[in-house]
């Protein structure tokens, strides 16, 4: 879990340093993927024991899919085209 958490900003760094709005928009997609795969983690955490609050599970998922759909409207942004040459 804590690989695929340093994964997404990470990614979004490394894409926005890129210079173009393709290269960042790709960065982000992987950026999102890495939060999927965050979220995947938590539900399986929860059902082997290790996250035991209802709370604390709700908190962490609702974090996560505020991430992916911040991302989203970010790759949608970059796909307008005047966005494309640069970011």
């Known amino acids: 879990m804590r690989r695929c ?3 997404i900003p ?3 760094a490394e894409g926005s340093a890129r210079g ?3 290269d960042f928009r790709r960065f982000l ?3 999102r993927g890495s939060a999927a795969e965050l ?3 938590l539900i399986v ?3 082997c024991g290790f996250v035991t609050s209802d709370e604390t599970l709700k908190s962490l998922l609702n974090d996560v899919d505020r991430s992916r759909a911040m991302m989203g409207r970010l790759i949608q942004r ?3 085209p005047d966005n494309n040459s640069s970011t």
Do not use: M, P
Request: aromatic letters at 4%; hydrophobic letters at 40%; proline letters at 0%.
């Open 39 to 41: 979220e995947t983690q």
């Open 10 to 12: 990470s990614n979004i």
């Open 20 to 22: 173009s709005a393709k």
């Open 29 to 31: 997609y992987i950026a």
């Open 78 to 80: 970059l796909s307008q």
């Open 5 to 7: 958490a340093v994964s």
């Open 45 to 47: 955490a929860t059902n």
